[in-house]
């Protein structure tokens, strides 16, 4: 039995991303422990048998406080000394740092996973190159760079952080989505729309898509849903002040949270799926548009053009340029034929390279190969 122990601040996709390896990996070779923050999920992880894994809570946080990561260290460092893993595995920018370090002290291999590095959420020249500095400060002999895509091993690779021989791959990977369960929420909405998922913030860049819907509906009166605008959305007032400036309250829903299965359900009835990201490692809402066979119009961003390509299954934008964004979004609008072709090659890209329990093997090589026996 190989024991690996995870390492992250579970929130949004890297929560996800967790969740589906635990309840997808043979847990009669492979054992998980989970550490994470305080406050981040309150859910707890489950196997593949629907049981129960075991998880330590520590402070682990998405901001940076010297208490907070010191104690979070000397905690992690106890549970790990006590469980005597084989394996590290590091998820996000926070779980990285953490568990290299515990690497580094218990000479044991880690698989670093960002899902985004932390450096891309920064204009600022100066903070950007503190956060790449600080990426190589902790990577050492025992770290290796498990990328979500492979615009993400690119990154890691192209600013010195990993060598190449020490970075692998494995595509963030979804179940299949075979059956579409009624709304658990009021549907507010026009029955024809298109729709994101996303929490206004730098990275999602949600302004971006006010702004294309604007110019849209200059010329077709086309209605937004926006999924997930709850949690840590520092842009939503932002976002709500365009709505208003443009005169827009009648033509986008925000939703600030709901189950999985409702975004489902949202994501399958909408014309077309749209991403305006800056940056991400492999967005799990555009695979499970992919699985939904909905056609997707995005940003030329990491993750996004690892997904979509342009005029197969969709459509990339490049320069987060508005009038290509409108034009592409109002002539998918009204070319049924197009519509359907993307929609079925969405689906074969999905079934081809996304199924996670196709891929879960490939994650299990890498597993076994890299474990301290």
């Known amino acids: 039995m190989i024991k690996i122990a995870h390492i992250l601040h579970s929130v949004g996709g890297v929560d996800v991303s967790l969740r589906l390896i635990t309840e997808n990996i043979n847990q009669d070779k492979f054992e998980n422990i989970i550490i994470h923050g ?6 707890e992880f489950l196997d593949r048998k629907n049981k129960s894994i075991r998880s330590y809570k520590t402070s682990i946080y998405r901001e940076i406080s010297f208490f907070k990561d010191v104690n979070s260290i000397i905690k992690t460092y106890k549970i790990l000394k006590n469980e005597k893993p084989n394996l590290i595995h590091a998820h996000s920018a926070k779980g990285g740092i953490i568990g290299r370090i515990m690497g580094f002290l218990l ?11 932390s450096f891309l959420s920064t204009e600022n020249r100066l903070k950007r190159k503190i956060y790449i500095l600080l990426e190589k400060v902790f990577t050492n002999k025992f770290s290796y ?3 979500s895509s492979n615009s993400e091993r690119s990154r890691g690779i192209e600013n010195k952080i990993f060598k190449k021989e020490k970075t692998l791959l494995f595509n ?39 702004d294309v819907l604007n110019e849209i509906n200059k010329y077709k009166s086309v209605h937004l849903v926006v999924m997930g605008v709850g949690f840590h959305s520092d842009k939503l007032d932002v976002v709500k002040s365009k709505i208003l400036k443009y005169n827009l309250s009648s033509k986008v829903t925000l939703i600030e949270w709901t189950q999985r299965t409702d975004i489902f359900n949202i994501i399958k009835q909408s014309k077309l799926y749209i991403s305006t990201a800056r940056y991400e490692g492999l967005p799990y809402s555009i695979i499970e548009s992919l ?6 119009i995005v940003t030329n961003s990491d993750g996004n053009k690892d997904l979509i390509k342009d005029g197969y299954n969709g459509y990339v934008i490049k320069n987060e340029n508005i009038v290509d964004f409108k034009d592409k979004i109002l002539h998918l609008l009204n070319n049924e034929q197009e519509r359907e072709v993307f929609s079925k090659n969405s689906r074969k890209e999905f ?23």
């Not at 000479?107 to 590095?117: D, E, K």
């Not at 009624?182 to 006010?210: A, F």
């Open 38 to 43: 305080h406050k981040d999920t309150q859910c």
């Open 107 to 117: 000479n044991i291999n880690v698989l670093y996973t960002p899902q985004a590095f």
């Open 172 to 210: 963030n990977s979804i179940r299949d989505i075979l059956e579409i369960e009624p709304l658990s929420i009021p549907k507010t909405w026009p029955d024809e729309y298109i729709c994101t998922v996303g929490r206004p913030s730098y990275q999602k860049n949600i302004e971006l898509m006010i």
């Open 351 to 373: 079934l081809e390279k996304y199924n996670i329990e196709k891929n879960i093997k490939n994650l299990e090589n890498i597993y076994t190969e890299f474990s301290i026996k």
């Open 291 to 296: 699985a939904l066979s909905t056609p997707c």
């Open 145 to 147: 760079l498990l990328a």
